[in-house]
């Protein structure tokens, strides 16, 4: 089966850098997705990992060792916005695809 | 990028009721996912949907409590049946075609069980 460990809370102040850390065990490896959640919202896809390295979208990147199973979010010049929660997910190795959460981090960020 | 909607947004119901949710999509897919997430936690995957067949159920997860219809590629409904105070959680239907690396969400469906 499939299981994911992150951090629960993370707090930072505007304008910080953070990273969110992600470990995970899996049967079958499809890619290391990070989604984001504010309260009251839908998750919203941020990135996605399936080879070892540093993914740059804007104020945030992602990585990926797979070799090591782990990940991690970095968001940068941290804004009152970002605070919300962040899940990490792999994809079923299964014929479904689905997507395995994390049980999410959730980052305020402080004035 | 697909855009997923979710009717009723919320809802309040009584104990030993039941309630059907939409979920509608712009694009066709070929699956798609309905989870459950219940305040403050993570997303647990109820089950797959697949057109022209049955559903696929998560352990734990039984047809009778959710039954669930797929009538075409763009269209889902999830009923929550005899429903007691634990069912309250937020209702979450999302698309998949199993390799993308990509899902999208539904806004949600926050359900109150008295």
């Known amino acids: 089966g499939q299981s994911l460990e992150q951090p629960s809370e993370v707090t930072a102040v505007e304008g910080a850098i953070v990273q969110i850390n992600c470990t995970y065990q899996?049967?079958?490896?499809?890619?290391l997705s990070w989604y984001q959640q504010h309260d009251g919202g839908a998750p919203t896809f941020l990135s996605y990992n399936a080879l070892d390295g540093l993914e740059e979208t804007g104020r945030f990147s992602s990585f990926l060792s797979r070799s090591d199973s782990y990940g991690y979010l970095l968001l940068q010049e941290l804004q009152m916005k970002d605070s919300a929660s962040y899940f990490c997910a792999v994809r079923d190795g299964g014929s479904q695809g689905n997507l395995i959460f994390g049980k999410g981090t959730k980052l305020s960020v402080k004035p | 990028s697909a855009v997923i909607s979710q009717k009723p947004s919320r809802d309040i119901c009584q104990r030993g009721t039941s309630l059907t949710i939409q979920c509608q999509v712009d694009?066709?897919?070929?699956?798609m996912f309905w989870y459950r997430q219940q305040p403050g936690q993570s997303l647990t995957l109820i089950a797959t949907a697949n057109q022209g067949s049955e559903a696929t159920y998560e352990s734990g997860f039984v047809i009778d409590k959710f039954p669930i219809s797929r009538p075409n590629l763009t269209f889902s409904t999830l009923t929550v049946s005899n429903m007691s105070p634990e069912d309250s959680s937020i209702y979450l239907c999302s698309d998949g075609t199993g390799v993308r690396e990509t899902q999208y969400f539904g806004p949600g469906t926050r359900l109150l069980v008295l």
């Open positions: 694009s066709q897919v070929t699956m």
């Open positions: 899996t049967s079958g490896f499809y890619g």
